[in-house]
């Protein structure tokens, strides 16, 4: 995505665009990080065509995920993708001598059973032990394309090894792991500058001369720069694959009820704090869609989906046989006959099934916020591919009674650039990026229409009990 900041507005282009995946490589859902690469490149290459010759470079990615880099530079392994079955026991072995209480005050991260210190636990311990650097997916491409190797802060934070007191790596958790803080490489705060792309490396390429910088290199940190929210009582719904939901904080909330109710201080860009929760998010649509062959597109099924009643059934979305199931349709139909429920069949009827549910959750985590935070949230504000889906966003207004501002879709993206535009001295602070975005892009506004609070109530009593 190209970003330039013109007359006061931002303008994104589009340049390029590959779709990501992960196969089965001996037993393991694993990355083609490889592929990855290539496509930068392709996009570069893209760029400098454009007439772009000088450029600066951020690159930002899930979470989580991690390669092991030996002493020669070498790539040890193809990453494994979180969704992969390994790390299925791997918190309650872990924990059965590191108490949970433990690594939350220490980490203020939530338990997602794919966390990178679970990883490292399930990890091959003989590759480990020759492994010179762990770099987080964002880092080690930032690492082949400048030969440059930090560890950036952001997304370092979801590993669930960093402290939240210190700022470092805790060395009992390293240790719980068997890896050496020096394995990280240092840590640095987005928005500083990594080094040169080595275009020489790439001859087969014709790219831009670029300096790459170190944004808020976790998508969903980037995401949150992106999110214009206005005032002291708004939260935040990065609505893609995942649906992230929650506050921006600028002190980390590690409390009792907090880690109850599983929440995660993830570490922002400028000093803050994504206070939130992992939803299943638009997986969900997104490998319905798949199963039925690509005939809908997202905005039809979305179509098809509105011609159908709400709330036909309840669903916990997050349970975790949704996370990689062999067949999502069955899955969700699975639940539904075994919890005696309508069972959706149609490809309308499925598609508001999912996102029903998905509206439903999202109501109940902005009770919580509040509860939790003694907020009194009013508007929420949805960006990402999520955003688009008008049906969502009117029922998430009308189930939590709030406001709902959509967009921008390409929030990600948007706070890659404001992290980049930042560190060159292009706009002077956050606060003023996200003015900039209000005054770049068309937005959505949701009020409630109808008050759908019952089915929360409901949903609460059926499904969520905690
Ligand atoms: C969203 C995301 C999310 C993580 C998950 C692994 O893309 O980065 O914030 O929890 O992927």
Redesign the pocket.
Known sequence: MLGQLINGQLQLREMHRFVNGFTQKEGHDCWNIDHILEEILVGLQKVKKAGFEHITLGID?????YVLVGRQGQRLKDPVS?RDARTKNAIQELTSDLSKEYIYQKTGIQF?D?NTLYQLFEEDKDLLANTDKILMIPDYLGYVLTDQAVTEVTNAS?TQMLSLREGLFDENLLQKVNVNATQFPKLVDPGTVLGELQTAKFPDYDLPQAKVITVAT???ASAVVGTPGLGQHWAYL?S???S?IGAELNIPENGTLAFQNNYTN?WGAYGTYRFLK?IMGLWIIQNIQKELHEKYSFAQLAQLAQQERPFQQYIDVNDSRFQNPANMIQEVQAYCRQTKQVVPQTPGEIAMAAYSNLSLYYANELQKLDEILGSSIDTLNIVGGGANVSLMNQLTANIAGVNVEAGPTEATAIGNLIVQMISQGEILNVYLARSIIVNSFDLKHYQPQQDMSQHLTQWQTKVHKG
């Open positions: 990615t899930w979470a989580v995920d979180y997602l794919f979801t976790h998508d969903t990065s893609g694959t995942w992230l993830e992992n």
